[in-house]
């Protein structure tokens, strides 16, 4: 990808993203009769062959739409891989990608990327980069780093056509340890840019904890409700009211979503009824076809690690 990123902030101006997205076109692939959803945050992306392995597999297989959070473009965490751009060739898939933040060296040099990524079958007709405030950083995570990073947390609203019919699909990455209230401010924003109207699929890792996680004691608090109350979880709705604002816009949850199904793992050590539910889709004018809702485990093989601490989240829709 183009490496001198255009810096669009401006002193006093409305929050802008950082980058600019970076879009890849190819042929449409010939539409069918059901539309098929994916979603994970690839944790970078550096196994990004294995999760093109898992897509190439049922019930991943053949998807339209695969909506990628964390992946990572020229920074160590990918090996200096484009993650998403070579995904989408390996694929045949059209490939838009907004960098959030620029990886600089100790000299202030940016040497890679941190990002999202939609992935089509169908080229993009339009695709917007959407500006979200920064939550403060953590006291706890404000370490010594030989590197660091500059940018925004930007999500991607795009325009494609699938079988002559127009669909908006949309991604965000919200973040993993302000409080609740701040996540849905970085939503409501997100959506300020997204169409009221119209077919939609919306997606991504909305860190739907529903606790604060800016302290050890945060931490500690967090465990304890594991334990007293897991259920929140793998339903974190009433908790988190960033949901209030999907339903605003009329993108709905339910049936495009496992219920009370967690999609992240942070340690295997951790019993399934105390894992998170993180990862979220939602659609508008869209009918998901009964049952082809589906967590999926990140493995390219029953053998293999895992390639994510995030499942796959995938349904098939009627157009």
């Known amino acids: 990808m183009h490496r001198d990123a255009l810096d669009l902030t401006a002193a006093g101006a409305k929050l802008a993203p950082h980058f600019p997205p970076v879009v890849v076109n190819r042929a449409a692939r010939r539409a069918k009769s059901r539309l098929r959803v994916v979603l994970l945050n690839a944790a970078g992306g550096r196994r990004f062959r294995d999760i093109v392995k898992c897509l190439k597999r049922p019930p991943l297989n053949g998807a339209e739409v695969i909506l990628l959070c964390e992946v990572n473009a020229g920074s160590k965490p990918s090996a200096g891989r484009d993650v998403a751009a070579e995904m989408a060739a390996m694929l045949e898939m059209s490939c838009a990608y907004i960098p959030e933040f620029g990886v600089t060296n100790s000299r202030g040099e940016i040497i890679g990327y941190m990002g999202n990524a939609i992935l089509s079958a ?46 908006t699909v949309g991604l965000a990455h919200l973040h993993s340890r302000c409080m609740p209230a701040e996540r849905a401010r970085q939503m409501a924003t997100y959506l300020e840019s997204f169409p009221r109207t119209g077919r939609a699929v919306f997606g991504g890792d909305l860190n739907t904890t529903t606790t604060e996680l ?66 979220w889709l939602a659609v508008r004018d869209l009918h998901p076809i009964a049952g082809t809702a589906a967590v999926v485990s990140p493995r390219s093989s029953i053998l293999m690690r895992r390639i994510s601490d995030h499942d796959f989240v995938t349904v098939d829709l009627e157009p």
Do not use: C
Not at 129 to 141: E, G, I
Not at 224 to 249: G, K, S
């Open 214 to 279: 800016a302290s050890w004691a945060d931490m500690r608090a967090t465990a304890r409700q594991m334990i007293a109350t897991p259920d929140r979880f793998r339903a974190p709705q009433a908790y988190e009211p960033l949901f209030e604002h999907l339903r605003e816009h009329r993108l709905e949850i339910e049936g495009v979503n496992v219920a009370n199904h967690p999609t992240f793992t942070f340690s295997g050590l951790i019993p399934r009824s105390m894992r998170p539910k993180l990862d």
């Open 122 to 167: 169908a080229p993009f007709d339009d695709v917007l980069a959407v500006a979200m405030h920064r939550p403060r950083t953590p006291p706890m995570l404000r370490r010594r780093r030989r590197w660091s990073r500059k940018g925004t947390p930007t999500g991607l609203v795009t325009r494609v056509n699938f079988g002559g019919r127009e669909l």
